[in-house]
Each structure stands twice: as C-alpha cells, then as structure tokens.
C-alpha cells in the first residue's frame, strides 16, 4: 500500500474505521479518475463494475463518512449531484473550480488566488481562515466556440 493509502488508512483508524475492501475500491475509483468530479452514481458505476456486490447505499455511507474525515472533498454544483475529489492533505488550500453553465463541465484552477484577501480578512476579522472553497460559473472554451 502506497503512502497515499498509508494517510487515509490512518485517518479511518483514528477515528475507529477500519480500511476495508469497499472503501479502498471507492478511494481507488476516486484516485484513478483524479480531476474528473464524479457524482455518487458515478463512483458506484465504477465499483460496481470490479465489485458487482457492492451497493449503492454502500458506497453512498462510504462517501459521506470519507468526506466527514477529510479523505475526500464534496464539491455541490447546485446541479443536483454532489461531486467527489480526493483531500489535499498537503497543508495547502484547496483548488478552485470553474463550472461551464452550457456543458457542465468542471475545470481545476491551481493555486491559492485568495491569499492576499485571506491575509486582509484575519487581520481586519482576528479570524484565523482554515480552508475555503471558490467556485466560478461561466462558459468554458469549447461551448464559447459554439457560439
């Protein structure tokens, strides 16, 4: 088992969960399909397709527990889907994304854009910022060439 594997296995113990066969098909579907956003269902096609036993309600408990302890990340697109990336655990914040209105799909945008805000906001606040989540709606290239 790789080190990845090594922190999400340390996160599930310490929080009293063992690292068991489905949750490690759901975390590997995740990993291989890494800035692809996939819905539940998605993930569930996936897995179900290496683990024909394995159900829906599974891998939903599944996903809601790994999000709780920070092994992924949700992302609600308000399309009525909630989405699911690995947590970077890297002591960095997250990614920011950009949401096509016309195709739906979702772009990554590396780097933290907000630090100097961050920075303005726990000076003037006396508020400590942990993490935060930015996303950005629009057109992407392909649909703007559509047009």
């Known amino acids: 088992m ?13 929080a009293g969960y ?12 995740i990993a291989e399909n890494k800035g692809e956003h996939l819905s539940t269902e998605e993930i569930y096609d996936i ?14 408990r599944t996903l809601q527990m790994l999000d709780e ?8 697109l308000e399309d009525g889907c909630i989405r699911y990336e690995l947590y970077c655990d890297d002591g960095a914040h997250n990614h920011h994304h950009l949401i096509c209105t016309k ?7 590396e ?10 906001i726990e000076s003037e606040y006396d508020f400590k ?19």
Do not use: W
């Open 47 to 60: 897995v179900k397709q290496r683990n024909p036993e394995m159900g829906l309600a599974t891998v939903y």
């Open 69 to 76: 302890l920070e092994v992924v990340s949700s992302l609600n």
């Open 111 to 120: 780097g933290d854009l907000l630090e100097q805000l961050e920075l303005k």
């Open 18 to 29: 063992k690292l068991t066969p489905q949750r490690i098909a759901i975390i590997n579907v």
């Open 129 to 147: 910022i942990v993490d935060h989540k930015l996303k950005f709606y629009g057109i992407c290239k392909k649909c703007k060439n559509l047009v």
């Open 2 to 14: 790789d080190s990845c594997h090594d922190g999400y296995k340390k996160k599930l113990k310490e």
């Open 103 to 109: 195709c739906g799909d979702v772009l990554e945008v």
